[in-house]
């Protein structure tokens, strides 16, 4: 049987929205996106970076760039018919869909109807449950009100085009969710109100000064526990997975807090209620990751940004990855936004290391062919399709 790993389409479940063609040249912006480093980071680091040296061979066999050097790069990309230019990256790296959690947009992000035109590809939102409780704030309402409100839109998800719902508690205050009663909600609710209005509650103006100007965001542990641990059920209800920012990211997040072991209470409360939890990122936790996806029932997960932004151990990450997991619980994501060519890099290094995986001697002793082949389908494509039943593949 001959099969080749590029010919089959891809379904990025976890993705973010690219810029419009006013920023098609801005390249600070494109050396900016190699790394999660916030915007104090030298430059000069940067650019030492396997990644930008890939990104810019993207960028060569797209455009027919020549130079080594960075010095012609955005008159380059001014001159490409950004349509054009854009298209061609997704269609070549073979994006079938993308799965979108619109709570982080770039500086003149495309719509996702623009966005769809300039991929090709199908696209499908994703809640991110977090920024629509905040959404759903008004000064003064009571927090029956409010959560009656946020009850209203996670019921609503699935009517509303939404393909599953995402978390990035990890972010926030960690991955230990656990039960939250309502009245502790609710004095949570009363405190984040008062913070928010300036009347800043006695005991936290003493030990927090800067909290009066901070608690915009939903960071207390208590009402995002609360939300998650009462959303899980609706979601499993109407068939829409969660998922979970987990481990790697720029460093307003707790990476130890954001080790995936601190779900398990979570995950067995509401696996077995039918919900599947979906780990997104997971590096430097993707054993762990694969650890749970390799025990529990209805967990899955991807390694996504490390891959091309770490394309140098690629092709380890994505063995250890596997070393545990079945293929069925593995799945392709970029974790891509903000510039085409992260797309097409993601995309490429992700098939040179399954490709690489699955022609191990040791994997092609013992496996036929087209079992290799089901295998690279489902990771790729069927696994994403299988468990976002709300995507009807359309
Ligand atoms: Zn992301």
Redesign the pocket.
């Known amino acids: 049987v001959v099969w080749s790993l590029d010919e089959i389409p891809l379904i990025d479940h ?3 929205q690219i810029v419009d063609a006013h920023h098609q040249a801005d390249v600070e912006t494109l050396l900016r996106i190699t790394s999660e480093a916030p915007a104090g980071y030298h430059r000069q680091d940067l650019t030492d970076r396997l990644v930008w040296h890939a990104i810019l061979d993207v960028v060569r066999r797209h455009t027919g760039y020549k130079a080594e050097d960075e010095a012609c790069l955005a008159d380059i990309l001014r001159q490409q018919d950004y349509a054009d230019y854009c298209r061609g990256l997704f269609q070549d790296a073979g994006y079938e869909a993308l799965y979108i ?1 619109t709570g ?1 947009q770039p500086k003149g992000a495309a719509s996702l109807e623009s966005f769809a035109d300039l991929s090709g590809a199908r696209i499908r939102p994703v809640l991110r449950l977090e920024r629509m409780a905040e959404e759903e704030w008004r000064p003064g309402l009571s927090f029956s009100d409010w959560w009656e409100a946020v009850e209203h839109r996670i019921e609503g998800a699935r009517a509303s085009g939404f393909i599953g719902a995402k978390s990035i508690a990890a972010y926030r205050c960690g991955l230990a969710v656990r039960p939250v009663s309502k009245e502790e909600a609710e004095v949570a609710y009363d405190e984040w109100m008062a913070a928010k209005t300036g009347r800043v509650p006695i005991e936290r103006a003493s030990d927090s000064p800067e909290f009066s100007q901070k608690p915009l965001r939903l960071t207390d542990e208590r009402l995002i526990y609360y939300l998650l641990w009462n959303a899980a059920p609706m979601l499993a209800q109407q068939g829409l997975p969660l998922q979970f ?1 987990v481990g790697y ?1 720029d460093p307003d997040t707790h990476l130890l807090k954001g080790n995936p072991l601190l779900l398990r209470d979570f995950i067995e409360t509401f696996t077995p209620q039918g919900l599947s939890i979906t780990l ?2 997971t590096y430097p936790y993707h054993r762990e990751a694969g650890y749970l996806a390799s025990v529990y029932n209805g967990v899955y997960f991807d390694v ?2 490390i891959l091309p932004l770490g394309l140098s151990g690629a092709r380890r990450v994505l063995c250890e990855a596997l070393e545990l997991s079945p293929y069925s619980r593995f799945l392709f994501a970029s ?1 891509a ?1 903000t510039r085409p060519e992260l797309f097409a890099l993601a995309a490429e290094v992700f098939r040179d290391a399954l490709h690489h995986h699955l022609n191990d001697p040791l994997v092609m002793r013992c496996t036929s062919a087209s079992t290799r082949e089901r295998w690279a389908r489902m990771v790729l494509h069927d696994n994403a399709l299988q468990l976002y039943v709300a995507d009807d593949g359309r």
């Open positions: 976890h993705c973010h959690d982080y920012h990211g997104l990122h996504s940004l974790d936004h």
